[in-house]
């Protein structure tokens, strides 16, 4: 569900977060992958769990400026 959770926040997938492996969430995943320059199959493997979930930890990491600068 984690993989459905992070696509759905990042706008790829609009389904329901509940575990199935629907034709919405593979339509997502091969979406994601066509974006991402990686073989669009639609399938989870390895490499596009690793570039999904890591979207997460590149929207955690702080950046330079400060809060409500704007430049």
């Known amino acids: 569900m984690k993989v459905q959770s992070l ?3 990042y706008d790829y997938y609009d ?3 509940d ?3 629907s034709a919405a969430l593979r339509q ?3 979406t ?3 974006n991402e320059g990686l ?3 639609g399938e ?3 490499q596009t769990y690793k570039r999904i979930l890591a979207l997460e930890e590149e929207a955690e990491q702080p950046t330079d400026e ?3 600068a704007q430049w």
């Open 66 to 68: 400060p809060p409500g």
């Open 44 to 46: 989870l493997d390895q």
């Open 32 to 34: 994601f992958q066509e």
């Open 39 to 41: 073989k669009a199959t």
């Open 19 to 21: 575990g199935v492996m």
């Open 7 to 9: 696509l759905k926040k």
């Open 15 to 17: 389904g329901p977060v």
């Open 28 to 30: 997502a995943i091969k």
